[in-house]
């Protein structure tokens, strides 16, 4: 990245885009909803069983205008999923400015591991034990989901939920490789905790992005 690139990077003109594309969402309390999907390369909270690594380096990813990454997917949708890697570790200011300009409703998914930008309107808190939220998203998340990946993630949950505001919707989600197991747990752990819902990855079932 020459010393030009990483000026407009740092301004939120260019974005490191791994791929965009036009699906259902598969996860949360849209799923089942048509949505434009922007992922952001770019992460370092690490999580081992993370099904997108390749993600993880911004530098393997190509530079785009976000205007222009904002004006192709306005034409498809007006629900726009920002999504990684992990979005916030760039400047959202003028991608979501510009959606916003083309009428759409702008989500992101994110661990909160790095300060707010742009103009969202549905935030998926999905906090890592590896690199936890900065402490202002916990209250302007409106769902927030936790990977289930072993017991301890259920005591991780609820503290995390002691967090968020109470009209923040709760899910748990099976890491996908432990789905088999951690499923019947997290069943039994609504059971007994009914504020929280499950969540499950439709999309990999209906094998769509």
């Not at 974005?15 to 048509?34: D, N, R």
């Not at 590896?130 to 302007?140: N, S, V």
């Not at 609820?158 to 890491?175: D, G, I, P």
Request: aromatic share 10%; charged share 25%; proline share 5%.
């Amino acid at each position: 990245m020459n010393k030009e690139e990483d000026i407009l990077l740092k301004e939120g003109k260019m974005l490191p885009v791994m791929e965009h594309f036009y699906t259902l969402q598969g996860e949360g309390a849209h799923t089942g909803k048509a949505a434009y999907f922007i992922r952001l390369g770019g992460c370092d909270v690490g999580c081992h069983w993370c099904d997108v690594k390749e993600s993880w380096n911004p530098d393997l990813h190509p530079l785009m205008n976000a205007e222009e990454i904002a004006e192709t997917a306005a034409k498809h949708c007006k629900t726009i999923v920002l999504t990684g890697g992990e979005p916030l570790m760039w400047n959202l200011d003028i991608l979501t400015s510009r959606l916003k300009e083309l009428g759409c409703s702008i989500h992101i998914e994110t661990s909160g591991a790095y300060p707010m930008s742009g103009h969202l309107d549905w935030i998926t808190l999905s906090p890592k034990k590896t690199g936890l939220p900065k402490e202002e998203i916990y209250q302007r998340a409106n769902e927030l989901k936790v990977i289930i990946f072993n017991n301890h993630d259920f005591t991780f949950a609820e503290e995390q939920a002691a967090k968020v505001s109470e009209n923040c919707k709760l899910y748990l989600q099976s890491e996908w490789s432990k789905r088999d197991e951690m499923y019947p747990k997290i069943t039994d752990f609504i059971l007994a905790h009914p504020e929280w819902q499950a969540s499950v990855q439709t999309h990999k079932y209906l094998n769509i992005p």
